[in-house]
């Protein structure tokens, strides 16, 4: 009888510890999921930015038409990362997009004028706080993915991985160069 009931609290007791445990990772997998969506909806805020800066930029620099086609082609390098991309996809197009609006800013830079445009200075401000925005959600993300990968990797929850569909993510790594947003000074 005693044998029975110690059989029995073992068994809820370890029937509770792999709930716990499988929760727990799979709360952590939604967690770094919603952490990439912050990255995806401020890289799809920065990339809405650009055709207000081009049709801004355009005004007083049409001759300028390789660096406005680049601005649109890493714009839409961006919006394909962001709805189907893997998170070096994302990390490349955005290094991309960064390049393009370095180009912009420096043709903006030969136009006085513009540089002094209510609408442009608008948007660089804009620009600027997603920037900051965008350097959080990456910083959001890399730390919900170190607590899974963590959690992955350690005893016990390591045992609970494979039942729960879980695995290592991967940081989120600015390619060589972009570990700094750019800077444009006029």
């Known amino acids: ?38 990255i995806d ?10 055709p207000n800066l081009v049709n801004t930029v355009k005004g007083y620099a049409a001759h300028e038409k390789s660096v406005l086609e680049e601005v649109t082609a890493a714009r839409t390098a961006v919006q394909q990362a962001t709805t189907s991309g893997s998170v070096p996809d994302k990390a490349a197009a955005e290094a991309r997009l960064d390049k393009a609006i370095v180009d912009v800013m420096a043709v903006a830079e030969a136009y006085p004028d513009l540089k002094a445009s209510a609408n442009f200075l608008q948007l660089q401000q804009q620009l600027a706080d997603t920037e900051s925005q965008l350097a959080f959600a990456r910083q959001f993300y890399n730390d919900a993915a ?7 990797a350690t005893i016990p929850w390591m045992f609970f991985s494979g039942v729960a569909g879980v ?18 000074q006029f």
């Open 146 to 152: 170190a607590q899974l990968n963590a959690s992955v």
């Open 1 to 38: 009888m005693v044998v029975a009931v110690v059989v029995v609290v073992v068994l809820v007791l370890l029937g509770i510890f792999f709930v716990v445990g499988f929760n727990r990772l799979r709360r952590q997998d939604v967690s770094v999921d919603e952490a990439e969506g912050g």
């Open 41 to 50: 909806v401020q890289l799809t805020r920065r990339a809405d930015l650009i």
């Open 167 to 184: 695995g290592r993510r991967e940081f989120y790594d600015a390619p060589a160069g972009q570990e700094t947003p750019p800077t444009v």
